[in-house]
T-cell receptor
Framework: DTAVSQTPKYLVTQMGNDKSIKCEQN?????MYWYKQDSKKFLKIMFS???????INETVPNRFSPKSPDKAHLNLHINSLELGDSAVYFC??????????FGPGTRLTVT | KQEVTQIPAALSVPEGENLVLNCSFT??????LQWFRQDPGKGLTSLLL?????REQTSGRLNASLDKSSGRSTLYIAASQPGDSATYLC???????????FGKGTLLTVNP
């Protein structure tokens, strides 16, 4: 039983393309997150949704747009991909401010 | 702005040794602190969560302590095993939006 799942696991694309990453959690949590882990393995929050409402929006280029169709899903759409967007993107969920559970990550490579 | 520092950045120990990983944070007004492990190419696995009102949490061979006033947490691993080899990440939740701020991790290698 996968608690937090992401698709795809790997994504290789060219500069300028638009791509989406999907995330689903089956834990019944009310809060979901997107994190970016850069080449130096540093993890940083990008967005957070609580009950489908955006509550955290860090300094992220507006080419990145999260969408939460329901409490169990949080997708990340990226427009006009750039080389610097190459990273591992993690989805996570929690019940309110409690323990966060992470997905397996999506490794995005922009060529 | 919250900053989280983990020392050491890397640690190599022989199997069976007890060890301590350190985490410090600059803003003591935290809601909770979470320790994770990350295996190469994998996601994060939550190990322990300590609420701000707690002093420690234990799970098996792991014990995490929290001293909020001094901005420190430690993760103690007893009788280390090669399977414990991974990167250990400390993260604190706080601020007006209760976001999780991560340290850069400690890469642990346990040699058989």
């Amino acid at each position: 039983d996968t608690a937090v799942s992401q698709t795809p696991k790997y994504l290789v694309t060219q500069m300028g393309n638009d791509k989406s990453i999907k995330c689903e959690q089956n834990l019944g949590h009310d809060t979901m997150y997107w994190y970016k882990q850069d080449s130096k393995k540093f993890l940083k929050i990008m967005f957070s949704y609580n009950n489908k409402e955006l509550i955290i929006n860090e300094t992220v280029p507006n080419r990145f747009s999260p969408k939460s169709p329901d409490k169990a899903h949080l997708n990340l759409h990226i427009n006009s991909l750039e080389l610097g967007d190459s990273a591992v993107y993690f989805c996570a969920s929690s019940q309110s401010r409690y323990e966060q559970y992470f997905g397996p990550g999506t490794r995005l490579t922009v060529t | 702005k919250q900053e989280v520092t983990q020392i050491p950045a890397a640690l190599s120990v022989p199997e069976g040794e007890n060890l301590v990983l350190n985490c410090s944070f600059t803003d003591s007004a935290i809601y909770n602190l979470q320790w994770f492990r990350q295996d190469p190419g994998k996601g994060l696995t939550s190990l322990l969560l300590i609420q701000s009102s707690q002093r420690e949490q234990t799970s098996g061979r792991l014990n995490a302590s929290l001293d909020k006033s001094s901005g420190r947490s430690t993760l103690y691993i007893a009788a280390s095993q090669p399977g414990d080899s991974a990167t250990y990440l400390c993260a604190v939740r706080g601020g007006s939006n209760y976001k999780l701020t991560f340290g850069k991790g400690t890469l642990l290698t346990v040699n058989p």
